[in-house]
């Protein structure tokens, strides 16, 4: 089972993972402060997967067990 980052569902699973681990570290306080303070530029894109993450949290975690499914069972 390969998973490669350029199809389409190796898109979708870096995705979601990225949203949810941006989600967890807004949680966390130092890390909240050192890396989610800016919201704009580079830097920014942490920030706003971050309020995706905890903004669409049912959404996020239902996709992440389909995502999980396919990936387990259909590929």
Same mark, same amino acid.
């Given at each position: 089972?390969?998973?490669?980052?350029?199809?389409?569902?190796?898109?979708?699973?870096?995705?979601?993972?990225?949203?949810?681990?941006? =989600?967890?570290?807004?949680?966390?306080?130092?890390?909240?402060?050192? #890396?989610?303070?800016?919201?704009?530029?580079?830097?920014? +894109? $942490?920030?706003?997967? =971050?309020?995706?993450?905890?903004?669409?949290?049912?959404?996020?975690? #239902?996709?992440?067990?389909?995502?999980?499914?396919?990936? +387990? $069972?259909?590929?």
């Amino acid at each position: 089972m390969q998973l490669h980052l350029y199809s389409f569902d190796g898109i979708l699973v870096f995705g979601l993972l990225f949203i949810c681990t941006c =989600a967890y570290l807004k949680k966390v306080p130092r890390l909240n402060s050192w #890396l989610l303070s800016e919201k704009k530029g580079v830097w920014g +894109v $942490f920030y706003k997967a =971050a309020v995706i993450g905890t903004r669409l949290h049912i959404a996020v975690a #239902l996709s992440c067990l389909v995502m999980a499914f396919y990936v +387990v $069972f259909l590929k």
